[in-house]
């Protein structure tokens, strides 16, 4: 089932029953006391909207009787989640404090990811909340593992472990002293910090809309508060993110908004859901991992910032040449000089730098220190001393 529906969730929740909804999410204005807007990357439409307040308390108002209503249609086994960011945590925990009851909070979720910079005198943002809650305490949960850390030590996921006379946790023995084997081990359960990817400028899924949050988050959200087939909420839907990751779930969804420009775009994805693949997630960062050992390797004495997923550039120096980056390339295991040449070259285009070094580490045809093959790209043997000596020896 997809229920897509124009206007104020305050309104149209009075045509639902009480305890009929499964799952609900919310991402209310933040507080931001800013117009949101952002422009669809092929620049034909841009979506805003006002996210201005008189006070907190007018804010405040606002969500407590939308908070309310939700409640009252959310299942005795329901579950709320309430995304929001550091201009709004104190009021939404108070108010879901004082709706929903202190017993029935169950996690403060942190979604942490990466961002790029910006010249804002302080700390870089890189995180948001979603608060938790329950109806009841006879809520649904189901268990999400991770793998163990890489730190975890054998014998605890090999050894059955169990409770001493003093409470403290020690590993299970027989009768005759020896430790017990542990049953078939899932990993570790899910905590409550997330590292998820914020999406990508170019990810497909991206559709313009400014608060617009990844697939993969929602799902999350999805796996562990609720089951297949039943039915999920979102009051504020915007871009229709939570409706998209319910159908890929196979969950009902209903979605509410007051803009029609949202309703179209979330009607528009629901028709033809598409969600982007984050390589860090799929592969772990264990899979950039040999790549950034090299570079490490080779650059370790030498002020440099990696770059992930670049077919032509292993770094970017942080000084610069003539106001263009330099570009650092390392000649790969099974990789010619002239293969190098060309992805360097290719990267040197594209990212308009005049200058740019190839570190050579096999197939060295020459005895000199490093060659120049243009104006723009000189060759290194792979020694972090003689690529330093060249550094400090030209001027920038």
């Not at 990789?335 to 990212?351: D, H, R, W």
Request: charged share 25%; with cysteine.
């Amino acid at each position: 089932m997809e229920n897509v529906l124009q206007g104020d969730c305050l309104e149209l929740l009075q045509a639902f029953e009480d305890n009929s909804i499964d799952l609900i999410y919310l991402d209310p204005p933040f507080f931001t006391n800013t117009i949101q807007k952002l422009t669809t990357r092929d620049g034909s439409k841009e979506f805003s909207y006002k996210d201005m307040w008189k006070s907190n308390e007018e804010y405040a108002e606002f969500l407590y009787y939308r908070l309310v209503a939700l409640k009252r249609v959310l299942k005795e086994t329901g579950n709320i989640f309430v995304h929001c960011d550091r201009n709004s945590t104190h009021i939404v925990k108070m108010l879901l404090d004082d709706i929903f009851g202190v017993e029935h909070f169950q996690s403060e979720i942190i979604w942490y990811y990466k961002r790029w910079s910006n010249s804002k005198k302080g700390l870089l943002p890189s995180h948001q909340t979603i608060y938790f809650y329950s109806k009841t305490s006879s809520f649904t949960f189901n268990t999400l593992y991770n793998n163990y850390s890489e730190t975890t030590n054998v014998d605890q996921i090999l050894q059955k472990r169990t409770k001493d006379y003093q409470g403290k946790t020690v590993y299970a023995r027989d009768e005759n002293g020896n430790t017990i084997n542990s049953d078939s081990k899932k990993g570790v359960p899910l905590n409550d910090v997330w590292e998820i990817p914020y999406l990508n400028p170019k990810a497909k899924e991206r559709v313009g809309y400014p608060t617009q949050k990844p697939i993969v988050l929602l799902e999350k959200i999805i796996d562990i508060a609720s089951n297949e087939g039943d039915t999920i909420l979102d009051p504020f839907c915007g871009s229709g993110t939570t409706l998209v990751a319910g159908k890929l779930k196979n969950r009902n969804v209903i979605g509410m908004d007051i803009s029609d420009d949202a309703i179209q775009l979330t009607r528009s994805r629901l028709d033809n859901p598409i969600k982007s693949e984050s390589n860090l997630l799929k592969n772990g960062k264990e899979s950039y991992k040999n790549s950034d050992l090299l570079v490490e390797k080779i650059l370790h004495d030498i002020d440099y910032i990696p770059v992930q997923r670049n077919r032509g550039i292993d770094a970017i120096l942080k000084k610069t040449y003539q106001n263009s980056p330099i570009l650092v390339r390392i000649q790969k295991k099974d990789e010619t000089l002239q293969e190098a040449i060309k992805k360097l070259t290719n990267a040197i285009k594209v990212k308009h730098s005049k200058k740019s070094f190839l570190i050579r580490t096999n197939d060295i045809e020459s005895l000199l220190e490093y060659d120049m093959v243009d104006t723009k790209i000189e060759i290194i043997n792979a020694t972090s001393y003689g690529f330093k000596k060249l550094l400090n020896n030209t001027n920038f």
